[in-house]
């Protein structure tokens, strides 16, 4: 046996003494006359003393309050048992905060049975090992790092929250993994996952899900699932799409919806423009089913926040919400460089915003929002928004090595503003220029021998090059020609049709605040605000995009609203998953030997309080030794 504070011992002496003197010290009474002294004659004995002080005789309660004192401080000596046991390890508690970790179909919500296990697994702890919190949202974050203390590992656990985002759980884990590996003691280490498992993709053949590309190195991963399912209905996507040759300049909404629940679901959709409603309408979906609701909106002159409710109730709220910024049709002017092609000039007057000027040859830019190259091109070109159809200039973000015939697209970036709503099939064109993208270039669409479509910004100028020829194929024919054509004149003439302002929650994104702005304010959904210093050549990062809803961005003389979704199918479906497959888990290790240095005190402490029951009985039933 040890001591942790042994000179508290030295308290007993005059704590012991002192409760003497007061049962040997004799008071001192008042003088009272009463009518016989038969009862009052062990009294008259005390009385009569001339001394100060009595003769100590047995007393219980005297016995008990030493017994009492002896213990209180021996368990401020904080004696302890000296063993050894299996402990000593490393882990990473990995907690899941995305936004399906907010669901309610376990009470009172997912992250909070999420607590209620991690607080478990602090309890059992063994001696010596050493817990990190780590939490996974859309950015894996340390809440604490590697420490033995429960009660500051509690506290750090008490204060994690359930974000509307989605998470990236394999840099988590990895991340994790990483953190454990970096601990050279010699300890072996471990992950306690506590997740609901939403990250994972869905799987229709009952079989458990499983993940891969993970660096667990020697680390064992354990998986405690959370949650048991329950009915959801979330929107997954939203987006604007203009009505191309409409003379009413109108804008189509497009809400995709989903239905997770196992039973068709009836609800009203509604729209808003602002604070006021400008359509409604009922849905029905059919289990386990999706839907694409679309309505009109009228081109508005101003820019507008445009917002979406659904008017249910179900397990999840942050799915029920979505919103966009539906800013004013940019007019652009463009020039047309070339021999004339029908196809093409077409393609450009399908669009009304488009105002398109045909030139044989090459001037001047000035004047122009864009300029598009058809088949030849000036070897070098001002500063400018160039359009580069199978040819190449300085200004083109690629370098052009040669040609390539009977070529076909083999990937692209559906989700990048120029090919947004663009779908190439099986298409082949007869001849492609071969080329690789510039420094400042980055390829969205590729052939099966290299470069088929690459964007490039400098500066603030943009330029786009379509290595393919439009003339030696059946594309110019098909639907997604025009709308190809008119999604690269808006990006590059800066009104691209991602100006609906939306992120995915969690998104870290540069606000385009000007130069000389200083700083701007941003205002969250739920009305904090978060102050944002202004670069010298202008933009602000900003990276506290968690929640769903509209941000307001304002500064010196600037002024802008951006909208964040969560529209993640993955967070919407509530189906539980109770089992990880993992391509490659190490086995479980215990541990290693350590020492135990068991506390005594809270035994001690128990002993004193029944000591001090004993002394109160003792006390009021007026029981003496003899």
């Known amino acids: 046996m040890g001591m942790l504070n042994p000179w508290n011992l030295l308290w007993l002496p005059p704590i012991a003494g002192l409760i003497v003197v007061m049962y040997i010290l004799k008071l001192r009474r008042k003088d009272v006359v009463v009518s016989s002294t038969y009862l009052w004659s062990q009294v008259i004995r005390d009385v009569q003393a001339n001394s100060p002080f009595q003769k100590l005789r047995k007393n219980l309660l005297l016995l008990l309050q030493l017994l009492i004192a002896l213990f209180l401080i021996f368990a401020l000596a904080r004696p302890f048992l000296r063993s050894t046991t299996i402990g000593g390890r490393n882990i990473v508690l990995l907690m899941d905060t995305s936004a399906s970790m907010q669901a309610t179909d376990v009470a009172p919500s997912r992250i909070e049975i999420a607590k209620q296990k991690a607080r478990e697994l602090v309890d059992n702890l063994k001696p010596g090992d050493r817990m990190m919190v780590l939490s996974a949202g859309a950015r894996p974050r340390a809440v604490t790092g590697f420490t033995s203390e429960r009660p500051e590992l509690r506290r750090a656990i008490d204060r994690v929250q359930a974000m509307d985002t989605s998470t990236a759980m394999r840099d988590a884990i990895n991340l994790a993994a990483d953190l454990v590996a970096s601990r050279k003691d010699g300890s072996t280490g471990r992950i306690e996952l506590i997740s609901d498992g939403g990250f994972l993709a869905a799987n229709t053949n009952g079989t458990p899900l499983s993940m891969s590309n993970l660096n667990l190195g020697d680390t064992h991963l354990s998986y405690h699932p959370i949650g048991k399912g329950g009915d959801n209905v979330g929107i997954v996507a939203i987006d604007l799409r203009r009505n191309l040759g409409n003379q009413g300049r109108s804008v189509q909404l497009l809400v995709v919806t989903h239905n997770f629940s196992n039973k068709p679901q009836t609800f009203a959709q509604e729209i808003y423009a602002g604070q006021d409603i400008v359509d409604a309408s009922e849905v029905t979906i059919e289990a386990n089913s999706e839907q694409t609701q679309p309505y009109d909106i009228a081109e508005p002159t101003d820019a507008v926040n445009i917002t979406v409710k659904l008017d249910i109730k179900d397990a999840l709220t942050a799915d029920n919400s979505a919103a966009l910024v539906l800013k004013p049709r940019k007019d652009l002017k463009v020039l047309l460089v070339g021999k004339e092609n029908v196809f093409l000039e077409n393609a450009l007057n399908v669009d009304p915003a488009v105002t398109v000027t045909r030139a044989e040859k090459f001037g001047d830019s000035k004047g122009y929002d864009v300029t598009v190259f058809a088949d030849s091109a000036p070897a070098k070109l001002p500063p400018g928004n160039y359009l580069f159809l199978h040819c190449a200039s300085d200004a083109a973000p690629v370098k052009v090595s040669g040609t390539l015939q009977n070529v076909a697209p083999a990937d692209w970036e559906k989700e990048h503003p120029v090919l947004r709503y663009v779908d190439f099939g099986q298409e082949r064109f007869g001849s492609a220029l071969k080329a690789v993208p510039q420094s400042w270039g980055r390829e969205i669409a590729s052939a099966e021998s290299g470069s088929f479509i690459v964007v490039g910004e400098q500066g603030k100028n943009r330029s786009l090059f379509f ?154 039933r007026r029981v003496y030794l003899s």
Do not use: C, M
């Not at 200083?518 to 990276?543: Q, Y």
């Open 467 to 620: 290595g393919f020829d439009i003339n030696e194929s059946l594309f110019p024919l098909r639907v997604a020609f025009p709308i190809l054509i008119s999604n690269s004149i808006h990006w590059l003439g800066g009104s691209e049709e991602n100006e609906s302002s939306q992120v995915a929650t969690g998104t870290a994104l540069t606000l385009s605040a000007p130069p000389g702005t200083g700083k701007v304010t941003v205002t969250r959904p739920d009305g904090s605000k978060r102050d944002l210093l202004v670069a010298e050549r202008g933009g602000a990062a900003f990276d506290e995009t968690e929640q769903v809803g509209l941000y307001q961005v304002e500064g010196k003389e600037f002024k802008t609203t951006f909208a964040a979704n969560l529209s993640n199918a993955g967070e919407s479906d509530l189906t539980p998953r109770p089992n990880l497959l993992l391509s490659d888990n190490p086995n479980e290790r215990p541990g290693k030997r350590v020492a135990d240095n068991r506390d005594l005190l809270p035994y001690i402490v128990l002993v004193a309080l029944g000591i001090l029951a004993l002394e109160w009985w003792a006390f009021h």
